[in-house]
Structure formats: structure tokens, C-alpha cells
């Protein structure tokens, strides 16, 4: 049986670690000002979020949908413009997330893989450009 993203990154702890240290970036980086400014002041409710819903599609515990329902991540951002350079600082922040947690390159390489479509796909702005390096 291979093992979910969400036990390879160390359950709960692990995916609590990824969440506090994408926000964290977020919020001590002026390069990511951009999406910083289309969050709250307060991250509080964002954090939580982002931990229930990344546990479920990880492979763990579905605590997003458990509380909320289907995700429908697009329509429940449709209200944010999110254009490429959006789309761009928000993979920053989380591969500054991961390079702080020095999670192995085929783990990192395994959560890219899923996230980054992911990422590509909550834009709403009518703009072409390939995902950049992040």
C-alpha cells in the first residue's frame, strides 16, 4: 500500500507545519504582496481552512468537507481576481514552505505535481502564461 501525501508529510503535525509556514511567508515577504493583500488582516480563518482542506485532499482525515461541504475551491474564490502573477506568489509561498521543512525531493516533486494545477486552476483573470519556476 503506498502511503498518502498526507503521511509522508507526517500526518496532522506535518500538514499543520506546510500550512504555518506558507502563511508565514505570505506574511514576512514583500515579493508576495500581491496575494498577500487579497487575504484578511487576519489569517486565523485562512489557516484553518487551508490545514482541514489540504488533511483531506492530501489523503487524510476530510475535515474541509466534513465541515463545509464539497470544496468547490474556484467558485468559493470566484468573488478574487486571481491572475497569473496571483497565481505565481501563492506556489512562492509554498515552496517556501517546503524548502524551510526540507521535505525530500520526491515528496516535494509529488506535492508540486498535484498542487500546481491546482494553483493554475483557480484563476479567473483572462490571462495566458505558463506556469513559472517557483
Not at 4 to 16: E, F, K
Not at 25 to 50: F, W
Request: include cysteine; aromatic fraction near 8%; charge should be negative.
Amino acid at each position: 500500500m503506498t502511503a498518502t501525501l498526507y503521511d509522508r508529510l507526517g500526518g496532522a503535525s506535518g500538514v499543520q507545519d506546510l500550512v504555518t509556514r506558507f502563511y508565514d511567508a505570505m506574511d514576512n515577504n514583500p515579493e508576495v504582496q500581491l496575494i498577500r493583500g487579497k487575504h484578511p488582516a487576519n489569517l486565523g480563518s485562512a489557516r484553518t481552512k487551508l490545514f482541514e482542506y489540504f488533511s483531506g485532499w492530501f489523503g487524510g482525515p476530510s475535515l474541509f468537507i466534513d465541515k463545509y461541504g464539497h470544496p468547490r475551491l474556484r467558485a468559493r474564490h470566484n468573488h478574487i481576481a486571481i491572475g497569473i502573477q496571483d497565481r505565481d506568489q501563492w506556489l512562492q509561498c509554498l515552496t517556501t514552505a517546503l524548502d524551510q521543512m526540507n521535505v525530500a525531493s520526491d515528496l516535494r516533486a509529488d506535492l508540486l505535481e498535484k498542487i500546481e494545477p491546482m494553483a493554475d486552476h483557480m484563476r479567473n483573470l483572462d490571462e495566458e502564461a505558463p506556469l513559472s519556476d517557483c
